[in-house]
Every structure is written in C-alpha cells, then in structure tokens.
C-alpha cells in the first residue's frame, strides 16, 4: 500500500466555522443532543478509570491479591490498552467511516464491562480491562473525528468548550458513584453500571447518529502513511521534544492515579475521603483548564506552560524533601498534589497545542502518533512508579520531580536551549500570535 499525498490531505473538504446548527445537522443531531452525546461518549472513558479507584483495594481482597500495589494494575492495563490501541483507529476511521470504528469500539467497550463484572480470576480482570481501554481508544478517537468533521474554526473551539464543560463533570463525581455501589453493593456491581451506559450509548450511536464523513472523502487504509507519519514526527524536533514531555505527564497522571487510593487509605486512613477529595483535585484541573483558555492569548503557550513547568518540578522537589523527613500532615500533602496537578493541566494542554504545530496537514495522524506514543509509555512509567508505592510518599513526589527535570530537559532540546520564547515570538507575539490555538 502507498502512503497519502499532501494533496489528497489537502482536498479535503474542510467544514463551514459559520453555523453550529448545520454542523450538528450534518449527523442527524440538534446542537444540544450533539454536545451533550459526544461529551458523555467522550466521558465514558474516565468514567471507567476514576469510577473504580474506590473499589481496588475490595478487588485485591476479593482475588488474593498478595502484593497491594498490584491492584493498581486495574487502572494501568486500561491506559496501557487505551494508548496501545490509539494508532489504528484514526486511520481506520479515515478509511471506513467514522460510524462503523464508534459502534465497534462501543461494543467492546460495553461487553468488556459486562464480561470483566464476572471475571473469575485476576488476570483475566487484567485482560478484559485492557479490551475495555481499546474500546475507549476508539470511542475517544471517533468522537473528536466527529466534531473535526462537523466544525471547524472558531465553532469548532466554541463546541469543543461546551463539551469539555459537560466532560469535567465526570473525574468529579465518578468516584463517588463507585463508592456508593462499594457500600451498597460490591465492585462488580460497577463494571455492570459501566456496561449499562455503554450499552445506551451504543444504541444512542445507532439509532441517533449519522455517518459524519462522506465516502467520497475517505482515505485509503495505509500502514505506509502511519509509518510516514511516524518518521515525520520523530524527525522534528518540535514536535518530538514536547511529545517526549507529554509522555512523563501521562506518567505523572497515571502515577497519580494508581497510587491515590493507597495514599489516602494506608498513609493517611481516609479511603472513605477518596471521592470528596478526589473531586477536589479534579476541580482544581477544570479551574486551571479555563485559566489556561483566558491567559493563552494575553501570554503565549510557551510563557505559560514553561513557567507552570518550572513551578511543578520545584513543587514536587519540596514535597520529596518533605517527605524524606517524615509524612507530611494531610492538609499539606493534599494541598501540594491539588497544585502539581493543576500544573499538570496546563503543561499537558498547552505541550499538546505546540506538539502540533508543525504538522500542518498532517495534524490528525500527528495526533494520533502522540497519543499512541505518550499515553502508552506513560502508562508503563506511570505503573512503575506506581509499583515502587511502600507506605510512604516519597516513590510519587520523587517521580513528579524527576519526570519534571527530564521534561525541562527535553523542552530546551527542543527549543534549541530557550524557555519561554520562540523563533516566531518576535514577529508575531506570544506563539505566533496565539494563531494555533
């Protein structure tokens, strides 16, 4: 098979920014039922994450887990699947639809959920969890397909908004979902609820929406574009610098995932605390998300996000001296994970957008390529991290400290030994204007 021209790329039609309305209408939907549809679709995936950190350690018990840590495998096979899968379905989506990619991933994601709430063993816990993550690839990788497909320009920004505000509802109170079903019921009693609203999205998908990219525009399946792709991404050192940093804060996240309910249950005795203060973070990353959207222009992304890098590697240095000298008081450790990880949200937004900038038409295999790149070896570093968890903080703050030093380092390589500024700063202002955002 042939790789794709930059003029096929180029030839396709690209969607009106001027009518909210039409682009919805383009797959069968209102504007509302549009927003709300992809945002829960898009949902879904940190539903299946956040809803089950209450009830990993009832899942350790429940197969004899011998090893604590390892119940956090239950979290990182999913982002291991979840990136794992991320680089075959934007070009299987590019090739046969965007209709036929969501309801596969979908199903799998949905008969996952129900086989894995019926799992006899761990392992096989670990391998439906893993199929639930490549079921959740393809519904994230789809769903943003969607929206490419139906807007564009500033509606597509002013759509993505309102989605993101529907999605940051979910980190929110999904850990409290799974801790009502812990209290009520057991852990497989959440696995049934995530199948159930898989499975309603399912047939909302079949029943609601239409294919949103013409066959005329589709692009032919190519292991020679992705393998193009590959080596345009590796090769400029924009684009690869910041997608190595991006890679250390998935690790940062996942590490901080799979090490929460450990945190708050063995070192500090409050794991029935976990969803309220777990909700607490996850509001301080949606403050500092619209923070980052009200600044980016004023300041630039580089400004912004090397400076929060800065901050968080400084942060978490402290917490690790903190740490070594005994544990911290609550207040304070939960203080300093709320701040590093709202610097987390503005690193990883912003280390996107410029990731990016150079791919031009290339954008959407860029994408992907990042995503397969970043979030799985983010997740095995994440998961590492995580494994070196015994009884004290030091493992966490110690790997944000050191995943931040690596990323400055990786950041001046690809800024050719500058922070804060480009090449184009100087003609056009902070990032080229802020005309990438």
């Not at 590959?230 to 590490?255: D, H, K, Q, S, W």
């Not at 030091?394 to 400055?408: S, V």
Request: glycine content about 10%.
């Amino acid at each position: 098979m042939t790789s794709i021209s930059e003029d096929t790329l180029n030839a396709r039609q690209q969607p009106d920014d001027t009518n909210s309305v039409s682009g919805a209408a383009r797959i069968g939907m209102g504007l509302v039922e549009f927003i709300v549809t992809i945002a829960v679709m898009t949902a879904s995936v940190a539903l299946a994450i956040d809803s089950m950190l209450p009830a990993l350690s009832s899942i350790g018990q429940s197969f004899d887990v011998t090893n604590a840590n390892d119940a956090q495998l239950v979290i990182g096979i999913f982002f291991l699947g979840f990136g794992f899968s991320q680089i075959f379905f934007g070009s299987l989506s590019d090739a046969f639809g965007r209709r036929v990619v969501l309801l596969g991933g979908l199903a799998f994601f949905t008969i996952s959920s129900f086989a894995a709430s019926q799992a006899t063993s761990f392992e096989a816990l670990l391998v439906l969890r893993f199929i639930q993550g490549i079921g959740a690839a393809a519904v994230r990788i789809t769903t943003m397909a969607i929206v490419r497909d139906c807007f564009g320009g500033r509606e597509m920004a002013r759509v993505m908004s309102y989605v993101m505000i529907v999605f940051m509802i979910v980190p929110i109170v999904a850990p409290s979902l799974g801790q009502v079903v812990i209290v009520y019921a057991d852990w497989h009693w959440i696995f049934i609820l995530i199948g159930v609203i898989g499975l309603v999205l399912f047939f909302l998908a079949l029943t609601r929406m239409s294919e949103s990219l013409p066959a005329k525009e589709r692009l032919p399946l190519s292991f020679g574009a992705i393998l193009s792709g590959f080596r345009t991404v590796l090769t400029n050192r924009i684009t690869c610098g910041y997608m190595i940093g991006l890679t250390l804060f998935t690790a940062v996240i996942c590490a901080y995932i799979v090490s929460v309910q450990q945190v708050f249950g063995e070192i500090y005795g409050l794991a029935d605390w976990l969803p309220i203060a777990f909700a607490g973070t996850a509001g301080g990353i949606a403050v500092a998300n619209f923070a980052n959207g009200f600044f980016v222009r004023s300041f630039g992304m580089r400004r912004i996000s090397h400076a929060a890098l800065i901050l968080f590697t400084l942060l978490a240095a402290a917490g690790y001296a903190l740490s070594l000298a005994g544990t911290p008081a609550f207040v304070v450790s939960y203080v300093m994970f709320s701040v590093l990880l709202m610097f987390f949200a503005v690193i990883a937004t912003n280390f996107t957008a410029i990731s990016l900038e150079p791919m031009g038409h290339l954008a959407g295999t860029a994408t992907a390529i990042t995503g397969f790149i970043s979030t799985t070896a983010g997740a095995l570093i994440g998961s590492a991290v995580g494994q070196l968890f015994n009884g004290t903080l030091q493992p966490l703050f110690g790997g944000f400290a050191l995943f931040g030093l690596l990323t400055i380092a990786a950041t001046l390589w690809a800024e050719k030994g500058k922070l804060f500024t480009h090449p184009g700063d100087q003609i056009a202002g902070p990032d080229h204007g802020g005309g990438h955002m």
